[in-house]
């Protein structure tokens, strides 16, 4: 679950200031079950704000699912709802704002900060469980993960700072990873899976802004294209070369070079 | 079992001539003036075979280790153990700046995981953790045996000349995780280890017991404390150690005393001459560590009363040693 929370209504009214008319949207999937993006915080909205702006709302099963966002922005321009609206008020992670506001061109302000990919234990208690390290060791790691639940993300732990199973990091309050997969694992008889030394993390994987194509024909030219460092250098040289030609041309037509 | 890797350092010459061996330890501040830590280095030796040169301790941004460490060496002429932690430097670094201690004839290095920087005085600042203390191990290893760095690319020029220490913690609770992380980090390429302040003899000896079939030499830490401050201090802001509430009852109990600074000083001295003195000879009768790593920082005038006491002969050494009684005050 993506873990959203309100932000300050002081902060989303002063945020809205320069529109009038504002539409509010939820999202019917995380932020409908952490109930800060759902049906009835949609509504709660609306209410603070009507008087002070012109409020229009709707709810999108999933607004970071391109073609769910895609398809209820199509119907709700075709009920002319649409037209005025200068603002989107996005109650929904930054996941959804974004495709949101691919979709509509329009500004989409977040009326909601997102923490975290977490755990639900109930309304306002969330612990954080996936960093989407792109290389998932849970396996070997008694389904604890050392890269969310140690404060340092180590992949030998534990490290000095544990103290009777408790963190150093906040004050040994909270449990030290490390230790909870040594008692996992030494409860599932695995200690040689505790005693392995796990390489360096791959940093590489979640270095730059990740995508995932898994078609080869829309590849080129998307803005999530994966490139290998083959396709990038090809990419480069394309560039270098189609540059050079500008500069040729430029220069056979005697005007000023730019550089 | 380990194999007897090459010494490189006199530290490590010493550990495998069998000495009962000494180091100390230094910790450079966040300033541009060496001149009390060289100071305090010179005072040290003819006491202690090699010096730690701390690395950021506590997360606290302190002048670089590297450099320091070169400086005590040149300047004092004591032998250091260069701290290195994977808090605040990725893989890259950490290879440029051990590249460099190399080219500055550094012998020995002690690679840590470090506190966490929101420990620090910079709490805002990116915890790095590119790697951990195991996998910086194993990659100075690789420098050193093979003349390549972690990916495996070839380093020009000699090889570096590292033995490298390892930290323990045999005050960890439950001690078993820790035991079986020291023992990857001797398995990935620690030629000693160097333990956290001791204070509980039995526990210490157990963990060197479980420890002794790694055959790895075990310099296990002490930490004589100045005074009440420094005692209480300790016992509040470092992670992974307490202080045994007897101990600092008594340290209190001087500091409440109207009694003269002189006075004062004698009383702390006494007391951790009467703890630590005991301490030292029953790891040397038990056989089963390598020495002690004094963390004595800023009280060196302690050391030579507590090895007379605990009747250990002084490190030989070619320089001369200072008159502990003209050592700095700090
Ligand atoms: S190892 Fe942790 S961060 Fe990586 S994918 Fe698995 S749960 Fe997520
Ligand atoms: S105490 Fe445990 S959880 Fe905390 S940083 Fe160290 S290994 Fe990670």
Not at chain 1, 107 to 127: A, D, S
Not at chain 2, 29 to 45: G, M, N, Y
Not at chain 2, 234 to 246: L, N
Request: proline share 5%; with cysteine; charged share 25%.
């Amino acid at each position: 679950m993506i873990i959203t929370t309100q932000k300050p209504l002081e902060e989303i009214m002063r945020t809205l200031q320069s529109y009038s008319n504002i539409m509010i949207v939820g999202c019917g999937t995380c932020a409908t079950a952490v109930q800060t993006g759902g049906e009835p915080q949609v509504r709660e909205m609306a209410d603070k704000l009507r008087g002070k702006w012109f409020v229009d709302t709707v709810v999108v099963e999933a607004p970071c699912d391109e073609r769910i966002a895609r398809k209820d922005w199509r119907e709700i321009q075709r009920q002319g709802r649409g037209k005025n609206i200068d603002a989107f008020l996005c109650l929904m992670c930054g996941a959804g704002v974004q495709t949101l506001a691919e979709i509509a061109e329009l500004p989409c302000i977040p009326g909601l900060n997102t923490h975290f990919l977490g755990k639900v234990e109930r309304i306002g208690l969330y612990y954080e469980r996936c960093r989407a390290c792109g290389n998932c060791h849970l396996g070997e790691t008694a389904g604890i993960c050392p890269v969310t639940r140690c404060a340092k993300g180590l992949m030998n732990g534990p490290c000095g700072g544990m103290i009777d199973g408790k963190c150093e990091v906040g004050g040994y309050v909270r449990d030290c990873a490390w230790f909870l997969i040594w008692q996992r694992l030494k409860k599932f008889g695995r200690m040689d899976l505790f005693r392995k030394v796990r390489p360096p993390r791959e940093f590489g994987l979640e270095a730059y802004p990740r995508g995932i194509d898994a078609i080869p024909s829309h590849r080129i030219g998307r803005e999530t294209t994966v490139m290998g460092p083959e396709e990038t250098e090809k990419y480069i040289v394309k560039a270098i070369k189609e540059k050079a030609k500008q500069v040729k041309n430029a220069k056979s037509q005697d005007a000023p070079v730019v550089k | 079992m380990t194999k007897l890797r090459k010494a490189f350092s006199n530290l490590m010459k010493k550990i495998q001539s069998g000495k009962f061996v000494l180091t100390g330890e230094l910790e450079p501040v966040k300033t541009t003036d060496l001149s009390s830590v060289i100071a305090e280095a010179k005072s040290l030796r003819g006491y202690v075979t090699a010096c730690n040169v701390t690395d950021n301790p506590s997360s606290y941004a302190a002048v670089a280790s590297l450099v320091s460490a070169h400086v005590v060496q040149k300047e004092a002429g004591m032998e250091t153990i260069y701290q290195i932690r994977c808090a605040d430097r990725n893989r890259i670094a950490l290879t440029s700046d051990l590249l460099g201690a190399a080219v500055l004839g550094i012998k020995n290095v002690l690679t840590l995981t470090g506190d966490h920087t929101l420990l620090g005085d910079m709490p805002n600042a990116k915890p790095v953790f590119d790697l951990d203390a195991t996998l910086l191990t194993g990659m100075v290893r690789r420098m050193v045996d093979e003349g390549k760095d972690l990916n495996g690319n070839d380093i020009e020029g000699p090889r570096p000349q590292f033995n490298i220490g390892v930290a323990a913690n045999p005050n960890a609770d439950p001690i078993e995780p820790e035991i079986l992380k020291v023992v990857r980090k001797v398995e990935n390429g620690a030629d000693f280890v160097q333990t956290q302040v001791c204070y509980d003899i039995d526990k210490t000896i157990e963990f060197l017991k479980m420890f002794r079939m790694f055959s790895v030499p075990v310099l296990v830490g002490i930490f004589p404390m100045r005074s009440y401050g420094v005692a209480a201090e300790f016992d509040k802001f470092v992670p992974g150690v307490k202080v045994p509430k007897e101990l600092l009852d008594k340290f209190k109990q001087v500091k409440q005393q109207s009694i003269s600074k002189a006075e004062k000083r004698e009383k702390y001295d006494r007391i951790n001459i009467k703890f630590f003195a005991p301490f030292i000879k029953e790891l040397k009768k038990s056989g089963l560590c390598a020495g002690c790593h004094i963390m004595s920082v800023h009280y060196v005038e302690i050391i030579p009363k507590l090895l007379a006491e605990a009747k250990i002969k002084k490190a030989a050494q070619k320089i001369s040693p200072l008159a502990v009684a003209s050592s700095p005050s700090s």
